[in-house]
C-alpha cells in the first residue's frame, strides 16, 4: 500500500525539494510508494487532505499563514518531518531575527530603486510573525532530517525507513570525522578571513586560522565545504549532545583568546542557520 | 459578482496567488498576482562581512541558488575593486551554466511540461511530473539526465549542486581537476543531442497548443535581456532593453542600474513592481527570461542555438509577445547553454589553478549582474572600510516579471471570461 505523502515549503527556499528530485533516476525507485497527496511545487491539489501518513515540511515560521499551515498540516499528518535546517532551527531566514519585523519592512521599501518609499504592502497578505521559528515552536515534530539541504541519501534513507516502519537514524559524529584534512590539535593565534591568502589544501583550515564550525556541527555532509577549500558555517545544525550549536563553537573558539574576540560579526557567524533556535534566539532590546 | 482566488499557485518555487473579482455579468474586473512571502535578506545581509555574503544569498531560492552565489561575489569583487583571474572567470561561468541546465530541465519537464503533455484538462492529481514520467517515460529520462549532467557541473566547480560555496572574492576556492573535468565532458555531446530533442518536442507540443499560445497571455511589454557583443550572454557583460515594437534597443552596464531601473510598491504584494525609468511606471514594466533575451539580443552565441531562434521568430514573429512562447524560447537556450558547457569543459584555461587573486576590502559600492534562468539578477552592496556590508539592495529574476505576470493574467481571464 502506497504511503500519503505531503510536502510544503514553509519559509524555505525550496532546496530541500530539489535535494529530493537530485536522487535523479533512484527516484524513479522510491516514487512508486508514495502516493503524493499534496505537494504545490510539483503538483496541483490545493487542499491539504485528511489523512496523510508523513508530511515534510521544509522552512520556518515567518509569517501568519505559515503558521496556519502547520496547524493545519499537525492535524492531518500521522508523522510531521522537519525537513531540512529552515524548519528545523530557522535557517538562513532566521538572520531576520537580527532585526525587528518593522526595520525589515521598513528596509526592503526604502531601498535606493525604490520610488515611493516608505509605502508598506499590507493588503490581502499574511502579516510577519515578530520573528521566525522553528516548526518545532509551533507543533509537536515526529522526526528531523537536517541540512541545507539534506542530500539526496539523507532523504531517501528517512522515507525508505518510514515505509519499512523504522525511525530515520541520523549521523551522531561531527563534520571533522568525515573531513579528510589532516589536524594537529593546536589553536590557532589569529583567525583570517575566507579572501585572506590560499589555504593549504591538505591542512585543518580552523587550525590555519579560518574559523570553520565543522566541530560544533552535525555530520552527513561529507564535509563538502572544506572539501571545497571554504570553512564549515554550520548547516547541518547541532549534534544531539548539543544545546545550541553557536554556544558550543564560541567555547572552542575561545580556546584561542583574544584571537578569537577579533573575529568580526560572531552572532551571525555562530548562528548563521540556526538563530532561531539559540538559546538567545533574537535581537533582545 | 463574486471573487476567485487561486491559491496555492503551483508547479513554481515561492508563495504566490491570484484574485479575480468579477462584476454583476460575471467578468473579471479586478485580477491581482499576489507574492505572499517575504524574508527581508537585504535588511539582514547589512552587518555580514561582505565576503559571507555569497554564503548567504543562495538561501533566496533552491532553483538558482547558484546565480544568486555568483551576482553576489561579482558585487563584492566589484565593491572591492577586485580583477580575478581570466580562469577563474570561466569556471564561475561553468558553475552558472551548469545551473542554467539544471534549472531549465526542471522548469520545462517538471513544472511546465504537465500542462502540455498531460493538457490543461487532465485529472490535477496526475498533472505533475509523476503524469508525464508515465505518460512519456523517455522524456522523462532525457530529462532526469539533463538536471543530472548540470548538477555534477555545479557540485564540481561550486562545492555543492545545491546552494555552491566557492566563489569568494578574488576568484575561485577550488580548482577543476583534469580527471573532473573529462568525467563531465564525456557526456557533453549527448546533453545537446537531448537538448535538441527538447526543441523538437516542443514544436510538436506548440502545433497542439497553437491556439491558446495565440490568444492566452497575449501582451506587449519592454524586454530586458544581457548582451556580449550585441550577442545572448548567460554569464556578463551588458544590460538591454528592447521597446514593445522591437525598434528600439538602449544598452547600459550594471553599475549603472538605478539610472534605468525603478521599482513601485504596490500595496497588495510583498515584490515591488520594477519598470523602466526612462518611460515611468506603469507602462514601463517589462519582462525577463527566455522570451525576452531572445528578443533583445542579435544572435545567440553558439550555432545550433541561432539555428532555432531564427526558426523561433519565423513561428512567433518579431519581437515574440506570447507568454506561452517562453517554452520554447527555453528550449533554445538549454541547447545553447550544453553548447556553452562543452566549449568551456574544452578550454584548456578550465584546469587552471590561476584562480585567486590577492584582495584588501574597501569602502566601496559594487553591482554583480548575472542572467539568472528566470531573468536579469542585480545584486549590489555597499561596504565600509572593514569591507562589512552596510548597504544592499537585490532586484531578483522573477522581481521584474511580477507586474508583466500580472497584466498577461489580466489578459488570460478577460479571453477565458469571454
Redesign the interface.
Known amino acids: 500500500m502506497a504511503v500519503k505523502v505531503g510536502m510544503i ?1 514553509l ?9 529530493l ?2 536522487l ?2 533512484k ?2 525507485e522510491v ?1 512508486p510508494n508514495l502516493e ?1 497527496v499534496y505537494a ?7 487542499e491539504i487532505p485528511e489523512g496523510i501518513d508523513v508530511f515534510l515540511v521544509e522552512g520556518g515560521i ?2 501568519e ?1 505559515d503558521e496556519h499551515l502547520i496547524h493545519e498540516i499537525r492535524e492531518k499528518s500521522k508523522i510531521v518531518i522537519a525537513w531540512g535546517t529552515c524548519a528545523a532551527y530557522g ?3 532566521g ?2 531575527n ?2 525587528t519585523k518593522e ?3 521598513n ?3 526604502s ?7 516608505g ?8 502579516p ?1 510573525e515578530e520573528y521566525v521559528k522553528p516548526i518545532s515552536a509551533v507543533v509537536k515534530v515526529d522526526y528531523v532530517i537536517p541540512g ?2 539534506p542530500t539526496p541519501e539523507m532523504i531517501a534513507d528517512a522515507i525508505v525507513a518510514l515505509l519499512n516502519g523504522e525511525e530515520p537514524k541520523l549521523p551522531t559524529k561531527i563534520v571533522c570525522d568525515e573531513c579528510p584534512r589532516k589536524k594537529e590539535n593546536v589553536f590557532p593565534e589569529k583567525f583570517k ?4 591568502g ?1 589555504p593549504d589544501p591538505e591542512k585543518c583550515l580552523f587550525e590555519q586560522g579560518y574559523p570553520c564550525l565543522g566541530f560544533a556541527t552535525r555530520a552527513g555532509c561529507g564535509a ?2 572544506p ?4 570553512p564549515c ?1 554550520g ?1 547541518f545544525g547541532k549534534t544531539d549532545k548539543s544545546l545550541d550549536l553557536g554556544a558550543n563553537a564560541a567555547n572552542v573558539l575561545a580556546n584561542s583568546g583574544e584571537a578569537a574576540l577579533e573575529i ?2 560572531k552572532v ?2 555562530l548562528n ?1 542557520f540556526t538563530l532561531p533556535d539559540a538559546l538567545i534566539n533574537r535581537k533582545v532590546k | 459578482m463574486g471573487k476567485i482566488v ?10 504566490g496567488k491570484v ?1 479575480i473579482t468579477l462584476d454583476e455579468n460575471g467578468r473579471p474586473k479586478d485580477v ?1 498576482l ?7 535578506f ?8 561582505a ?2 555574503v555569497p ?2 544569498v ?6 538558482c ?1 547558484t546565480a544568486h552565489h555568483l551576482a553576489s561575489v561579482k558585487a563584492v569583487d566589484a565593491a572591492w575593486g577586485v580583477e580575478i583571474p581570466e580562469p577563474a572567470k570561466k569556471l564561475r561561468e561553468l558553475m552558472h551554466i551548469g545551473n542554467m541546465i539544471h534549472s531549465h530541465a ?1 522548469h520545462f519537464y ?2 511546465a511540461a504537465p500542462d502540455f503533455v498531460l493538457g490543461p484538462d487532465a485529472d ?2 496526475i ?4 503524469g508525464v ?1 508515465d505518460k512519456a517515460p523517455e522524456v522523462a ?1 532525457q530529462a ?2 539533463l ?2 549532467y548540470g ?1 555534477k557541473i555545479v557540485e564540481a566547480v ?6 555552491p ?2 566563489g ?3 576568484g575561485q ?2 580548482r577543476l581537476t583534469e580527471e573532473e573535468r573529462d568525467e563531465i565532458l564525456k557526456d557533453a555531446d549527448q546533453m545537446i543531442e537531448y537538448a535538441k530533442n527538447g526543441v523538437e518536442l516542443i514544436k510538436q507540443l506548440n502545433d497542439q497548443y497553437m491556439d491558446k499560445i495565440k490568444t492566452l497571455g497575449v501582451i506587449d511589454t519592454y524586454y530586458l535581456g544581457l548582451v556580449k557583443d550585441g550577442k545572448h550572454n548567460f554569464y556578463d557583460d551588458t544590460l538591454r532593453f528592447l521597446s514593445p515594437d522591437g525598434k528600439e534597443k538602449v544598452d547600459f552596464k550594471p553599475s549603472e ?2 539610472d534605468y ?10 515584490v ?1 513592481h ?1 519598470y523602466y525609468k526612462k518611460v515611468g ?1 506603469p507602462d514601463g514594466i517589462y519582462r525577463v527570461g527566455p522570451l525576452a533575451m531572445l528578443n533583445v539580443c542579435d544572435a545567440m552565441e553558439t550555432p545550433l542555438a541561432e539555428e532555432y531562434r531564427k526558426e523561433f521568430f519565423d513561428i512567433f514573429g518579431f519581437p515574440a509577445n506570447q507568454s506561452l512562447a517562453y517554452n520554447h524560447a527555453r528550449l533554445i537556450e538549454l541547447v545553447a547553454a550544453c553548447e556553452k558547457a562543452k566549449m568551456l569543459l574544452e578550454d584548456n584555461d578550465i584546469t587552471s589553478d590561476d584562480i ?1 587573486a590577492d ?1 584588501e ?1 574597501k569602502a566601496g559600492n559594487g553591482v554583480g549582474v548575472v542572467y539568472a534562468p528566470r531573468g536579469v539578477l542585480i545584486h ?1 552592496y555597499e561596504t565600509d572600510e ?3 556590508v552596510v ?1 544592499a ?1 537585490m ?1 531578483v529574476a522573477t522581481t521584474h516579471n511580477v507586474p508583466t505576470m500580472e497584466k498577461a493574467i489580466q489578459q488570460a481571464a478577460q479571453e477565458i471570461f469571454k
Open positions: 515549503q519559509c524555505g527556499c525550496s532546496g530541500c525539494h530539489i535535494s528530485l537530485d535523479h533516476d527516484l524513479l516514487l503524493i504545490p511545487i510539483i503538483a496541483d491539489p490545493k515567518r509569517n499563514h535557517g538562513i531566514p538572520l531576520g537580527l532585526y526595520e525589515l519592512l528596509y526592503v521599501y531601498t535606493d530603486s525604490t520610488d515611493n518609499k509605502e508598506i504592502p499590507s493588503e490581502e497578505i499574511p510577519l541545507c539541504p578571513r575566507t579572501y585572506e590560499r563538502r565545504c572539501r571545497a577549500g571554504v558555517r548547516c568580526p560579526d551571525a557567524l548563521r | 487561486i491559491e496555492p499557485l503551483s508547479r513554481l518555487e515561492g508563495h484574485t491581482k499576489h507574492i505572499t512571502a517575504l524574508r527581508g537585504e535588511q539582514f545581509v547589512v552587518g555580514r562581512p565576503e559571507e554564503r548567504i543562495p538561501r533566496i531560492c533552491g532553483i541558488q526542471l517538471f513544472l490535477p492529481a498533472r505533475n511530473i509523476v514520467i529520462k532526469i539526465a538536471r543530472k548538477q561550486g562545492g555543492k549542486a545545491i546552494h560555496v566557492t569568494i572574492p578574488g576556492a577550488k542600474y538605478l531601473i525603478g521599482e513601485h510598491v504596490v500595496p497588495y504584494n510583498y515591488k520594477p511606471y585567486k584582495v576590502p549590489n572593514n569591507g562589512i548597504k539592495n532586484i
